[in-house]
């Protein structure tokens, strides 16, 4: 909790310093504002650990930031202390419901203080555990489907509003499912995990990579377009060729096929461009397996292994494992 950053909003500057004082004490950092449009624009710059806003705040009141604060994926989750004079049941009960965590009359002592904001903190620690669970695919620690899904949403949405290019790749492990047969699961796991670190840090930290399901990928790159996207997955899917999967029955060797898409033609929202790349994938398996397809509104260019290709990508179709 050390060192956690608190946002305090109140309209009384003695109050603001009091609080602060209070915070800095505990090792916390604080940042003080006085009005709630300021706080309302310090938590979305900020993104504290968490915050204690006065009911009267001038703007914005607090329950106005509360309503506000739970619309928004990040803020939602961040604790919210009321600070009011007024003791009435019904603006207890209307503050709670509002989203608020907790309720601290004014004045308070300090000890009440730092009870209500370290348990506030420790409910923030054990939602964001909670978050981080239902996020993260259980083998293997990368992002799940729905977090996927929900990324390249918010990514193509940014692609649209502030132009720019957003690629997208899916990749398969190629002839995954003798691995499971001939080694058993143990070493299909071992495979697995082992090619989600080798992605993590072959990729940027702003990419994204989830587990799609079974042995089935995908990578989400911003601000890339197809082109420079190509380049980094076929030196990803180089790196693969080349490791040794080291696991309980033996050290193993595989390849990956990729397909990449980009926003650009028809690939417009997440059903079209996971489409685009998935029959690039496709093409890739069809192809010999072990190289990149690069798709564009049906075009494609081979980056790895054979040029012996069709012209344009045909219709999946695929089985999972090939």
Same mark, same amino acid.
């Given at each position: 909790?050390e ?7 109140d309209?009384s ?7 602060t ?5 505990l090792?916390m950092r604080?940042v ?7 706080a309302m624009?310090a938590a979305?710059?900020?993104?504290p650990?968490? @915050?204690?806003?006065s ?6 009141p607090?329950p106005d ?8 994926p990040e803020?939602?989750?961040?604790p919210?202390i009321m600070l009011?004079?007024?003791t009435e049941p019904?603006? @207890? ?5 509002l989203?608020a965590?907790d ?5 308070f002592?300090?000890?009440e203080?730092n009870?209500?904001?370290r348990?506030?903190?420790r409910v ?5 555990q909670?978050r981080?669970?239902?996020d993260r ?6 992002a799940?489907?729905r977090v996927f899904?929900?990324r ?10 502030y132009?720019g ?5 899916v990749?398969? @492990? ?8 001939e080694?058993?699961h ?8 082992q ?14 990579v989830a587990r799609y ?5 995908v990578?989400?790159l911003p601000d ?6 190509t380049?980094v997955?076929?030196?990803l899917r ?11 029955n033996g050290?193993l060797?595989v ?5 990449v898409a ?5 690939c417009?929202?997440?059903?079209t461009?996971?489409?685009t790349a998935d029959?690039?994938l ?6 010999g397996?072990n190289?990149v397809v690069?798709?564009?509104d049906?075009e494609k260019?081979v980056?790895?292994g054979?040029?012996?290709v ?8 695929r089985?999972s494992?090939?």
């Amino acid at each position: 909790m050390e060192h956690s950053l608190v946002l305090v909003a109140d309209p009384s500057a003695l109050m603001r310093q009091l609080v602060t004082r209070c915070i800095e004490q505990l090792g916390m950092r604080a940042v003080a504002v006085a009005t709630g449009r300021e706080a309302m624009a310090a938590a979305e710059e900020k993104l504290p650990d968490a @915050i204690l806003i006065s009911w009267e705040l001038p703007e914005v009141p607090g329950p106005d930031l509360l309503r506000h604060w739970q619309t928004d994926p990040e803020l939602r989750w961040v604790p919210v202390i009321m600070l009011t004079s007024h003791t009435e049941p019904g603006r @207890i009960e209307e503050a709670m419901g509002l989203g608020a965590h907790d309720f601290l009359n004014k004045p308070f002592e300090a000890a009440e203080f730092n009870a209500r904001l370290r348990a506030a903190l420790r409910v923030r620690d054990l939602q964001q555990q909670l978050r981080e669970l239902a996020d993260r695919d259980a083998l293997t620690h990368l992002a799940n489907r729905r977090v996927f899904e929900d990324r390249l949403d918010r990514e193509l949405l940014r692609s649209t509003r502030y132009g720019g290019a957003t690629s997208l790749a899916v990749l398969d @492990i190629d002839y995954f499912k003798r691995v499971n047969d001939e080694h058993g699961h143990d070493a299909g796991d071992a495979v697995l995990v082992q090619f989600a670190e080798l992605m993590t840090k072959e990729l940027r930290e702003v990419d994204l990579v989830a587990r799609y399901g079974g042995e089935e990928f995908v990578v989400i790159l911003p601000d890339t377009d197809l082109a420079d996207a190509t380049i980094v997955l076929d030196r990803l899917r180089t790196g693969v060729s080349q490791h040794t999967f080291v696991t309980p029955n033996g050290a193993l060797h595989v390849t990956v096929s990729v397909g990449v898409a980009a926003t650009i033609g028809t690939c417009t929202d997440r059903a079209t461009l996971f489409k685009t790349a998935d029959t690039a994938l496709y093409q890739a398996k069809e192809s010999g397996r072990n190289r990149v397809v690069m798709a564009s509104d049906g075009e494609k260019v081979v980056m790895a292994g054979q040029e012996d290709v069709p012209e344009r990508c045909s219709n999946p179709g695929r089985t999972s494992g090939s």
